[in-house]
């Protein structure tokens, strides 16, 4: 079965901190699939194309059919808002200062905003907002603030605020409103209404933004950022998975697993543009220099051990004549002091790594009751108890 690559072996919580970056594409029969960017809106806004849904705003004009929607959404705003008192809702949906958009499909009224506009503090203020529950969570909201952002273009007024309940806050930030109020507390404070449970939020507007367009002009541009990734990324490949995890779950032990991967041998890795220079340039030189100074001290503390000396110099193949058709990634203490001088160990993984393919090297050639195979269990337990108690937390 195939797996994802594991990106630098691991072992037990001693790697320094990496992002992780969500892969948002995937692949089918060799084709890469950008994902699909979905239009809060799309379902609304057709209903509207063909001629079932209509907008209108509406206000305590005298007209009988404009009475008769403030009627409809004062009920949808006691339903949808029952913590608030009826009498309340019904005073302000009829105050003459404030205006509605009322939300109608096929001539039922299934939601609206409430507002009052101040133009001269060119801002408006959204008293209340709801869709009837059976319509909720199919993008009726969101196309609703939209008719309201155009009403408001319009007009010329550039500022949404509102106290916002609680429990809707995510539906504001997601048309826009933050919880910062950029304009100035002079302009707004002690003139709008303020409720227990409600946290202020403010949505700038601009005059240049056609927002019943919006939606779709910013799925074009996410597809258009996506399509380019997608060329600039190798993100999508997937890998068969090391043999050595197969090997190593059955002891239950998959991390030391991991660890004993070869680091020099992810080709995979390789191929998918990872180099070891990238990785330095996410790491401080002044890490970098720990990292180095703490594998450093491990290797030589490895070397001083009284159980290194099988381990000192690469098995010797006219000596050991069939050792190396055995091993396949032979490994050993010289060795690796070459590839630290070289800098390849660019995090304390990579030499973990190569210590314990070593021992496990030493343990399958080998087998038990010898003395290499004692050595092999010493050196090993000494040099994790050692990479246990290096301070990484400090890098
Ligand atoms: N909390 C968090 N997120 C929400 C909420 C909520 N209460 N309601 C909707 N959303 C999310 C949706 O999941 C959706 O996100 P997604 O597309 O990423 O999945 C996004 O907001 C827009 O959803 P829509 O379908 O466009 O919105 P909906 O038609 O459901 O209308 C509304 C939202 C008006 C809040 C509706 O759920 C409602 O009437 N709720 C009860 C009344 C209410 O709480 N009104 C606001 C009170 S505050 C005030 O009036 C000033």
Do not use: C, D, Q, R
């Given at each position: 079965m195939a797996v994802q690559l594991p990106v630098v072996p691991q072992a037990p919580k001693q790697s320094v901190g990496a992002h992780v970056i969500e892969n948002p594409f995937t692949e089918v029969n060799g084709e890469v699939h950008v994902p699909e960017v979905r239009i809060r809106d799309a379902f609304p806004k057709q209903e509207e194309k063909d001629g079932i849904l209509e907008f209108k705003v509406v206000q305590n004009d005298g007209d009988p059919e404009n009475m008769k929607a403030m009627v409809y959404l004062k009920d949808i705003f006691s339903k949808q808002l029952p913590k608030m008192p009826t009498e309340y809702i019904s005073r302000l949906v009829l105050d003459r200062r404030h205006q509605a958009v009322a939300m109608v499909k096929q001539g039922t009224i299934i939601g609206g905003i409430q507002f009052r506009p101040f133009k001269e503090r060119n801002f408006i203020e959204i008293v209340f907002c709801a869709v009837t529950r059976q319509q909720q969570v199919r993008g009726y909201g969101s196309y609703l603030m939209n008719h309201l952002k155009k009403h408001a273009q319009r007009v010329g007024i550039y500022n949404f605020l509102t106290y916002a309940d609680n429990f809707a806050i995510g539906y504001f930030k997601k048309q826009g409103?933050?919880?910062?109020?950029?304009?100035?507390?002079s302009d707004w404070m002690g003139v709008i209404k303020d409720y227990d449970g409600g946290t202020m939020m403010h949505c700038a507007l601009s005059d240049s933004i056609d927002y019943m367009e919006a939606p779709v002009i910013l799925q074009r541009q996410r597809r258009y950022v996506l399509g380019v990734l997608k060329t600039l990324t190798t993100q999508h490949q997937r890998w068969s998975g090391f043999k050595e995890f197969a090997e190593y779950t059955k002891d239950k032990d998959p991390v030391t697993a991991v660890a004993r991967i070869a680091a020099d041998k992810f080709a995979p890795l390789l191929s998918t543009g990872w180099n070891p220079e990238g990785y330095r340039k996410l790491v401080s030189p002044a890490v970098q220099r720990k990292i180095l100074e703490i594998n450093r001290e491990l290797l030589l503390a490895v070397k001083e051990d009284k159980s290194s000396w099988p381990f000192l110099l690469p098995v010797d193949g006219t000596v050991v004549t069939n050792y190396y058709s055995y091993v396949e990634d032979p490994i050993d203490i010289q060795t690796m002091e070459r590839k630290l001088d070289a800098g390849f160990?660019?995090?304390q993984d990579m030499l973990y790594s190569d210590l314990i393919r070593m021992i496990e090297n030493c343990k399958t050639y080998n087998g038990t009751g010898n003395v290499y195979y004692e050595c092999a269990l010493a050196l090993e337990a000494r040099f994790i108890k050692k990479w246990k108690a290096i301070p990484l937390d400090q890098l």
């Open positions: 409103f933050t919880l910062e109020v950029e304009m100035e507390k160990y660019i995090t």
